[in-house]
């Protein structure tokens, strides 16, 4: 529940061999062999300098040791310093239960490895995907805000593995500590902060693995300070850290570990181009540079790497085309270069052992070469997203080891060849999104490994053959998105596996075929914008599928009895009969007969008519008699009242009414009797009020209300304040009749807050303190004093529309002149800084995606501008869209050389201010704008000359200030119309037709401000997208078209 951000997914780390043997004159040694469960830990020396006050020296080893061995159990200081260390961490009940206080050997305790001469723990190894307790992925196995010190009095400790747990803080530097550390694995952990320069000091680690925390650095010391001196590194493992060097610098750091094996730095913020720095490390076997900043052609001289498996460079600005000689490397089997901006055609390659090949989203053109298919190790082939042609090669290819095939989002032609349907291994194949015309006709392989097929977004024609659905180890089939006519009338296979099959979005028409409701696993059935017209009325109840949970049938051309279809689905858990043809009375009664079905959409069925009036007579009876219904969507279907009845409905998250012909007050039951309510939306209706709630609000226990929208109805008065314990995430009250201030509360927990075209005054609640506010419009007000100081560092704020109001903005001295814009404001928009962690999806998600049980929303940002005083409503906005509107307000001063840092802002908008001083020269940095507007202020000096430089600006108005000199000209500036320079008679150049040798008599060619021809006066009344002299916004969905049911 709640608003959901995407987190990046943890991947899986491979654990390399130990490290070669290595004598060591100055202590006693002992040579250890071990097998563990999951790998091969190779073999490793432990060396014994000394022994404290409390231990017995030891012998001089005269026999390997092994884990478990029965010769020496475990010193008492040693089990004492585990027991101690477990006793820190907040683990699973059945971790680690093997760590007793029981006198049981802790040499035999999971994890464990003891030296059997000596009784000392020479390995710790805890991963939490080697546990075997509660499976992987699932509970936390360790937890702990640091490494508790009863870990460092395992002084002889040569491998610790910690991976996969989540231990947070820093990385402590006391590992030092350990100093016969040879293996040390912190991945897939917690630890942010800085590497402390102690592991610097740790010269006999062999193997290094820090990946995968979240925000570790290396600053002070940098990466040439901490590696310098690790000379017998052969594993090293940082990805995700930020490093901020180029590879140059790190290659020169490493040159002299010279037995460098694994070198794995993804995401590292590693920069500058690839050069024989890199060819220093003979001994490499794996390479991973992805998801950094590298700028140049692939190196070809990385073929001199013989003993590579396994090169990866995704995610950079790798140019030009793939060395043909990468093919011929003996040893390599993963060669990931996708996600670059490679642009050549693919090489022929010749035989070789490479089992996984990624060139996706590229720039490769030309067609796929047949000797591609000859690489006869190949597991996985992934060319998606390039710009490739013509027909996939016809000839039959024998791939006996092929799982996954990826050809999407490229421009290939022709007849699917039937060949891909016969390969023996193949699991997955997706030739989605490309101009692919048929489906073979005949299969040759009816016992075909497919397990998933996407042919979606293509131009396929005809009926679906049959054989499709015959593949019995098929589970999920896209055809949507094509010219499909037909699909089989009699479906045989008792066997078939498909539990989703997707045809939206063709040419199917007439009665939906019954033959596809008996596919025997079919769980998810998606039918939506086709031509289907009768709903099954007359069939069978045998023909039906048992296990159907999800049916999409909107956007077609349906009528007929819903209650008795819905009926005849026992395992239906959503149905979406939206946009169709019903003219029927729904009678919502049959909800309360119905327990397992959870989601029911009818909206936009202009015909139908809801009855809910029996439905309250049922509503009546016990609540463990309350249907099992979630989600609740009756858009656009002709309700006149509330239907009060849902109050009754005590598993309803989300419930949407908007575009009715609702009035009256919206029910305070909804606050009271639905405990689990998540998401309300109301708008476009004629509803007037509040009912005041007369119980206790039981949603502010469960957190709040997600989302609410009841914007575009008739609601007066001022805000109510039990709206406070609703606290709502999401809230849109805009274009209503709303008078008073603004509660102080409201805005402690929204994310997004528009309040827009509304009749509210006094100040600006200083309450902002979401974490995750994102969007805030409070325009077309009578609102008066300062911004908010709590909007200063909201770092996650996309949208601030404060536009239209009376604000003068009274700040303290330290923030500049009195009444000016406040520096500080611009400052803490980290989000709208490229470059920062708050703008990067890898770290925030900025996505309006709305989730609570079966119910989701997308909302999209719209952007409404002013031509002339017209208001009209435009394009969807784009989810990382950054705007800032202050226009028509009371704001004095100069305007803060801080926006400039800014670079993600699209939209500006600080018209009909009171401004001087000049337009700052760091507006040169806003390589994102793409409407700046600064008319009607009192702005001086001359246009800089770094605006011309922003190549995406497509609106610009500068009018009416006191600017003078030369208009800049080239790139787009060349394109703006007189109309954006008016109302500035010491300007001339070619836009305003104004000879700069004529300007120093002001207003002396009052006429030049006349001269917009034509061309550029339909350009100015017509507008752009985002609009250039005042714009709002409204908050909304996308409205798809209704089938005419004529």
């Known amino acids: 529940m709640h608003f959901y951000l995407i987190q990046r997914s943890k991947s899986v780390v491979a654990l390399h061999h130990g490290p070669r043997c290595r004598s060591n004159s100055s202590s006693t040694e002992s040579i250890v062999a071990m097998q563990k469960h999951h790998y091969f830990m190779g ?30 159990i475990c010193l008492p200081n040693q089990s004492s310093a585990l027991l101690q260390f477990k006793q820190s961490l907040l683990i699973l009940p059945d971790a680690l239960s093997s ?23 020479i390995a710790l190894e805890i991963p939490f995907h080697d546990l075997g307790v509660y499976g992987y992925d699932q509970d936390i196995y360790l937890k702990g805000v640091a490494l508790d010190s009863s870990l460092f009095k395992l002084r002889y400790l040569q491998r610790l593995d910690l991976s996969y747990n989540l231990l947070n803080g820093m990385i402590p530097k006391r590992l030092v500590e350990l100093s016969h550390l040879t293996h040390l694995n912190l991945s897939h952990c ?47 493992r940082l990805d995700r850290a930020d490093v901020s060097m180029s590879l140059r610098e790190v290659s020169m750091t490493l ?32 390479l991973d540079l992805g998801s950094n900043q590298l700028e140049s052609s692939i190196l070809e001289g990385l073929c001199s790497l013989g003993d590579i498996t396994s090169l990866r460079l995704r995610g950079n600005f790798m140019t030009g085309a793939i060395p043909p000689c990468l093919f011929s490397l003996p040893s390599l089997k993963v060669l990931d270069l996708g996600g670059n901006h490679l642009n050549s055609q693919i090489p022929n390659p010749i035989p070789s052992s490479l089992t996984e090949l990624d060139l996706s989203g590229n720039g490769l053109t030309g067609s796929i070469p047949s000797s591609l298919f000859n690489l006869s190790f190949l597991e996985t082939l992934e060319l998606s997203h390039n710009l490739l042609t013509e027909n996939i090669p016809s000839s039959h290819f024998n791939l006996p080891f092929l799982k996954k095939l990826v050809l999407s989002g490229n421009s290939l032609t022709g007849t699917i060849p039937s060949w891909l349907f016969n390969l023996s291994s193949l699991e997955e194949l997706d030739l989605s999104s490309n101009r692919l015309l048929l489906i073979p006709s005949m299969l040759f392989n009816p016992i075909s490994p497919l397990n998933t097929v996407n042919l979606s977004d293509n131009s396929l024609s005809r009926s679906v053959p049959s054989w499709l659905f015959n593949l019995s180890s098929l589970e999920s089939l896209d055809l949507s998105n094509n010219f499909l006519t037909g699909v089989p009338s009699l479906l045989f296979n008792s066997n078939s596996s498909l539990t989703t099959l997707d045809l939206c979005h063709n040419n199917l028409m007439g009665r939906i075929p019954p033959s596809l409701f008996t596919l025997p696993s079919l769980r998810k059935l998606i039918l939506g914008s086709n031509k289907f017209s009768d709903l099954l009325a007359n069939f069978d109840n045998n023909l039906y599928s048992q296990h159907l949970e999800f049916l999409q049938l909107d956007h077609n051309f349906l009528s007929g009895d819903i209650s008795s279809f819905v009926k005849r689905l026992p395992a239906l858990k959503s149905i979406d009969l939206s946009s169709n043809c019903f003219n029927v009375t729904v009678d919502l009664s049959f909800l309360f007969s119905i327990k397992g079905l959870a989601a029911l959409d009818l909206s936009n069925n202009t015909r139908l008519t809801v009855d809910s009036s029996h439905s309250s007579d049922d509503a009546q009876g016990s609540s463990k008699d309350s249907p099992g219904i979630q989600s609740l969507k009756l858009n656009s279907c002709n309700i006149r009242t509330f239907p009060r009845f849902v109050c009754k409905l005590s598993n309803l998250v989300a419930l949407e009414l908007s575009n009715n012909n609702m009035e009256g007050e919206i029910p305070s039951c909804l606050w009271w009797e639905l405990s689990s309510f998540d998401a309300l939306v109301l708008d476009h209706n004629k509803l007037h009020g509040f009912e005041e709630p007369a119980h206790r609000i039981s949603l502010a226990a469960d957190g709040g209300l997600l989302y609410m929208s009841v914007s575009n109805n008739r609601i007066e008065g001022e805000i109510p304040t039990f709206l406070c314990d ?4 999401f809230l849109d009250m805009s274009e209503n009749s709303l008078t008073g201030e603004i509660p102080d509360c409201l805005g402690k927990h929204v994310a997004v807050l528009n309040l827009r075209k509304n009749q509210l005054g006094g100040q600006i609640p200083d309450e902002f303190k979401s974490g995750l506010l994102m969007f805030v419009a409070l325009s077309d007000y009578l609102l008066t004093g300062k911004i908010p100081r709590s909007l200063f560092n909201r770092s996650s704020l996309r949208v601030l529309d404060l536009g239209n109001n009376k604000l003068n903005d009274s700040f303290p001295s330290q923030l500049g002149q009195l009444g000016s814009l406040p ?29 609570s049980g079966y119910w989701e929303r997308d909302v999209d940002l719209y952007v409404e501008e002013t031509i002339k005083g017209e208001y009209r409503l435009f394009k969807e906005v784009k989810r990382d869209l950054t705007i800032i509107d202050l226009s028509s307000n009371n704001f004095t001063g100069r305007i803060p050389e801080e926006i400039g840092s800014l670079t993600s802002l699209y939209i500006l908008n600080i018209s009909r201010n009171h401004l001087v001083g000049s337009i700052p020269e760091s507006f040169g940095k806003l390589q994102q704008m793409e409407s700046l507007d600064l008319s009607h202020n009192q702005l001086s000096g001359v246009i800089p000359g770094e605006l011309s430089e922003l190549t995406f600006l497509a609106v610009l108005d500068l009018s009416y200030n006191d600017l003078h000199g030369m208009i800049p000209q080239g790139n787009q500036f060349s394109t703006f119309p007189a109309s954006s320079f008016e109302g500035n008679p010491k300007l001339c150049g070619l836009q305003v037709n104004r000879s700069c040798s004529h300007v120093v008599e002001v207003g002396s060619h009052a006429g030049g401000d006349g001269l917009v021809d034509e061309e550029n006066k339909q350009i100015k009344e017509k507008g752009w997208k985002y609009g250039s002299v005042g714009f709002g916004f409204a908050v909304g969905l996308v409205i798809t078209t209704v089938p005419s049911c004529s």
């Open 99 to 121: 760590w007793q206080h029981n006198g049981s050997d802790c040499c035999h305790w999971k994890g464990v490895i003891c030296n059997n001469l000596t009784g000392f723990v």
């Open 726 to 729: 609703v606290a709502p995430t």
């Open 823 to 851: 520096h500080e404001l611009f400052q803490g928009f980290k989000a709208m800084m490229s470059g920062t962690k708050e703008n990067e999806i890898e770290f925030f998600e900025i996505g309006l995606t709305f989730l």
């Open 255 to 286: 040159s002299s570990s010279q037995e460098l094996q694994t070198l794995s730095l993804s995401g590292c913020n590693i920069s500058g181009t690839m050069d024989e720095s890199l060819l220093h490390f003979q001994s490499l076997s794996y």
């Open 43 to 72: 073999l490793f020396v432990i060396g014994v300098v000394c022994a404290s006050k409390y231990e017995t020296p030891p012998p001089p080893p005269t026999s390997t040791a092994t884990r478990g061995a029965a010769s020496r």
């Open 190 to 236: 917690e630890f942010s902060g800085q590497i402390p320069i102690e592991l610097s000091q740790m010269t006999r680690l062999v193997s290094l693995d820090l990946s995968y925390n979240p925000r570790l650095l290396l600053q002070h010391p940098n990466f040439l300070q901490l590696f310098k001196g690790l000379v017998h590194l052969e594993h090293l």
